[in-house]
């Protein structure tokens, strides 16, 4: 299984950004999809998640100026920031959780990561 991401760039303070990241390889079904940053200095924080049948969660940081949404027939999921802010920084890594088999348990694969710039 391989993730994919990407959409990443340099934006100014207030700009928007649309991340993608779509998961290939023999899949039987994926379950929540979620976004982490590692901003610069720190440790890779969750920033939303959702599930399949498409709840979502979101760190109190981004909540309200990020969405996550997903294409469950493209495996892809995507994460819309709006509003972004310099602190906003730092590399994004999608996370799915897939299931192999139909009778196999969940494993977690991660996307190679893809750079937020945000300046001021």
């Known amino acids: 299984v391989q993730l994919q991401a990407s959409g990443g760039g340099l934006v100014q303070a207030g700009g928007s950004l649309r991340l993608s990241c779509a998961a290939s390889g023999s899949i039987f079904s994926i379950n929540d999809m979620a976004w982490y940053r590692r901003s610069p200095g720190n440790e890779r924080d969750w920033v939303a998640r959702?599930?399949?049948?498409?709840?979502?969660n979101y760190a109190d940081s981004v909540k309200g100026r990020f969405t996550i949404s997903r294409d469950n027939a493209k495996n892809t999921v995507y994460l819309q920031m709006n509003s972004l802010k310099p602190e906003d920084t730092g590399v994004y890594y999608c996370?799915?959780?897939?299931?192999?088999?139909?009778?196999?348990?969940?494993?977690?694969?991660w996307g190679q990561g893809t750079q937020v710039t945000v300046s001021s």
């Open positions: 996370r799915a959780y897939v299931r192999l088999r139909a009778l196999g348990g969940e494993s977690s694969y």
């Open positions: 959702i599930t399949s049948g498409g709840r979502t």
